[in-house]
């Protein structure tokens, strides 16, 4: 490099150039030193589908992180990785598809596989590029992918010990399921929404019952009351004939506790199959559960159909209905409700809130599915141990709270999703061997499941048959990712597991701490033994400058990589982290991003200034000695002594809050003392005796800016890296391995 920086700082044509040294020169990989202490991060594997946003961005604080551990002289790994998202991605891949006017139901099985595999593929190359963008310091020689061979026999592995210790099950019950999208969830994965909806009051035999989803009064199999309500009492137990849309049904009144005499009537219609406390009543009175929705949310009347000697105004009415969406059904069941005279009023504003798709806001249709489902209980209790036990620190500690919180209230989970793209479940079953049909085109299969670790079972244990065929539904991805940490370093290096496993640090948004950090608490800690992770560094969301979050129809999104186009990689990392303590919101817009551009030029400044006069000095004959304890002893001007002094105590405060994660302080200290202390004030004051060659206070200078280089690379590391490059020291390493200023070596910093 010219030993002299152009006047102005240009991070597009620096950047770039700077990463590619960085990485040719395997400066990301750990040296894996005898007598250094590891420090490990697992990257938070963005989605391979799409471009970096900039909640993306946020890996700043991990990099900053490694960066600073990497100078301490530490042994550090940050493993990168990606993520194949499972139904996200295919959410994702079928708007591409929809742009083309197909489909996945276009596609068989193994062909749409293939297709999202080669569109994920393509997506995940330009994500890594981004992210050297944004100057993560990755060790790519490690980087692993969730459907990378060893991955997945990690994840078949540790399925079939948690079936094997019964802590693995399959249960037909209710799950939260996406008619549009064709899968289910897990409760986390249900968006909950405010809305005003007609309530309908009908009448029923007798009574008259109040609901918002009239659709599923045909499968409706009692009626519930409170047993403290005293207009009822004398009702419960009595079977009553109640007058519906296609005939007569009989109805018993049970006894329920959980009804709320003061809603409605006071009386609840009972569908175990559309409702899950109505589930669990059908469990417990041994009701029929029986659907009237199916899988793709229409009305489904084979039932009654299929049945002889129906009256013709019935049939009709079926048929009318049948196969219908449930939008098109509800406004021609109303009519027919008036018109039998069972509609008695309509509310129609009841407030109230229903669960949604956290992807595509369709209404969740609870139905009736097999489904695998883990035992949490057991898994919960060892994480929130370990937690109690101080095993694991949380940063904010207030978060420590809400994840207990979280794991005491964890239902048993559905890790089964009803998608292409993602981990098949190793499971099959015999087609020899007995299942029942069940009403809806539910089977019940009656062998038992065959689990293995993968590989493809021989033959049935039960009648030795070879007709097998495999679960076609795959792995919630939160179940694969849940086990990120151990797996990603079981994978990565023959000894990576056992010498960096527990990992570090864990630095993830707060928003996920249930989805992803409480999982994997449990699933590390029950598979390995030990925790996944010594810290769980929690960072807020992204906002606008107003406080707003940021959505694409407020038209308020930060493009990272335009920011990083304009501006430069390091100004937006800084304004990333200046002002925001972790676990807090912080607000980003452009102006935010200009400043600390201003201010990367401002070191630059700096450097250009210093290289400018000891190159003056030089052609005058002035060698400017390295700063030195001799030196040091021999300071005769005051000014020198004390921003001597004050760097040393920057140093050491830098260091604290380094060590303390309180990345935010340390940034605003280094953008406060080298923008006023040393540009405006120490240089402003000393101007002529750097254009003098004043040996002196070109040495401190030296030392000071050096100094503060090394303080700043992990905030900045491309303008830092670029400075220290052209700067005269006595060694020869690139800042990003150069050792971290303490107040042992406050006298060496050209080292």
């Not at 669990?280 to 029986?290: A, V």
């Not at 912080?586 to 070191?603: P, Q, W, Y």
Request: aromatic letters at 12%; charged letters at 25%.
């Amino acid at each position: 490099m010219d030993p002299t920086p152009d006047k102005a700082y240009s991070p597009q044509t620096t950047e770039d150039e700077i990463y590619a040294f960085w990485e040719k020169n395997g400066y990301f990989s750990p040296h894996d030193k005898k007598d250094a202490k590891p420090f490990s991060i697992v990257l938070p594997p963005p989605n391979a589908n799409a471009d970096l946003h900039v909640g993306h961005a946020m890996y700043v604080i991990e990099d900053i992180m490694i960066r600073y551990h990497r100078m301490l002289g530490d042994n550090t790994l940050w493993l990168p990785g990606a993520d194949h998202a499972g139904f996200e991605t295919q959410f994702v891949y079928e708007k591409h598809l929809a742009k083309q006017g197909k489909s996945r139901f276009d596609f068989d099985r193994e062909t749409l596989y293939k297709d999202i595999w080669n569109f994920v593929h393509e997506n995940r190359g330009t994500m890594e590029n981004q992210l050297r963008k944004l100057g993560f310091s990755l060790d790519w020689s490690r980087n692993i992918f969730t459907l990378d061979p060893k991955i997945i026999t990690t994840v078949y592995a540790s399925f079939k010990q948690l079936f094997d210790e019964g802590l693995i099950y399959r249960d037909n019950r209710l799950v939260n399921y996406c008619t549009k999208d064709g899968t289910g969830f897990s409760d986390l994965e249900v968006l909950y929404v405010d809305r005003k909806d007609p309530l309908y009051y009908m009448k029923y035999g007798p009574f008259t019952i109040a609901t918002s989803r009239p659709e599923t009064k045909f499968r409706d199999t009692a009626l519930a009351v409170n047993p403290k309500d005293k207009r009822y009492k004398e009702y419960i137990g009595k079977t009553l004939e109640i007058m519906g849309l296609l005939g007569p049904i009989s109805m018993t009144v049970i006894p329920d506790p959980e009804v709320d005499p003061s809603f409605g009537t006071g009386i609840m219609k009972v569908t175990p199959a559309h409702d899950p406390h109505d589930f669990e009543l059908g469990k417990k009175f041994n009701l029929p559960i029986t659907p009237i929705i199916d899988f793709k949310g229409r009305m489904d009347f084979s039932w009654f159909l299929s049945q002889k000697n129906i009256e013709p105004k019935y049939r009709e009415r079926a048929e009318k209905y049948h196969g219908k969406k449930i939008a098109i059904v509800r406004p021609l069941m109303v009519e027919d409700l008036q018109s039998d005279g069972l509609l008695i009023k309509v509310d129609e504003a009841y407030a109230h809130r229903i669960g949604t798709c956290w992807k595509c806001g369709t209404v969740i249709e609870p139905l009736p599915l097999e489904q695998w489902y883990v035992k949490v209980s057991p898994l919960a209790k060892k994480a929130t141990d370990a937690i109690n036990k101080k095993q694991v620190t949380f940063i904010p500690k207030r978060f420590e709270k809400t994840a207990k919180q979280w794991l005491s209230n964890f239902h048993d989970w559905n890790i089964s999703r009803q998608n292409v793209w993602g981990i098949r479940i190793p499971a099959w079953h015999c087609q020899n061997c007995s299942s029942k049909k069940l009403d809806n085109s539910i089977t019940q299969q009656l062998s038992p499941w065959i689990i293995t670790d993968g590989a493809p079972p021989t033959k049935c244990p039960t009648c030795h048959g070879k007709n097998l065929t495999q679960d076609t539904d795959t792995f919630d991805t939160w179940f694969s990712s849940g086990q990120w940490p151990f797996a990603t370093l079981r994978a990565s290096g023959k000894d990576d597991y056992k010498n960096y496993y527990p990992t570090s640090v864990m630095e993830t948004g707060y928003d996920i701490l249930p989805w992803w950090v409480c999982r994997m608490l449990m699933l590390g800690i029950h598979m390995t033994g030990k925790i996944p992770f010594k810290t769980v560094y929690l960072h807020g969301l992204i906002r606008d400058s107003k406080g707003q979050k940021m959505s694409k129809s407020k038209g308020n999104v930060v493009n990272p990589l335009k920011m990083i186009d304009q501006f430069g990689a390091d100004a937006l990392r800084f304004a990333l982290v200046f002002g925001t303590a972790a676990g807090n919101d912080l607000s980003l817009s452009e102006d935010k991003i200009r400043g600390m551009r201003n201010f990367a030029n401002k070191l630059w400044n700096i450097g250009r200034l210093l290289l400018l006069s000891l190159e003056n000095a030089k052609t005058t004959g002035r060698e400017i000695p390295f700063y030195s304890e001799s030196l040091h002893a021999a300071l005769s001007n005051d000014t020198d002594k004390r921003l001597i002094s004050e760097i040393n105590m920057l140093t050491s405060s830098v260091t604290k809050d380094m060590e303390k994660y309180r990345y935010s302080d340390a940034a605003k200290k280094l953008y406060d003392f080298s923008w006023h202390r040393l540009a405006d004030q120490y240089i402003e004051e000393n101007k002529v005796r750097f254009s003098e060659g004043d040996q002196e206070a070109l040495s401190v200078f030296r030392h000071v800016c050096l100094t503060i280089l090394k303080l700043l690379h992990p905030f900045m590391p491309f303008v830092t890296e670029a400075l220290w490059q052209k700067i005269p020291r006595l060694t020869t390493n690139p800042l990003i391995i150069s050792s971290w200023p303490s107040q042992k070596k406050l006298l060496s910093n050209s080292r």
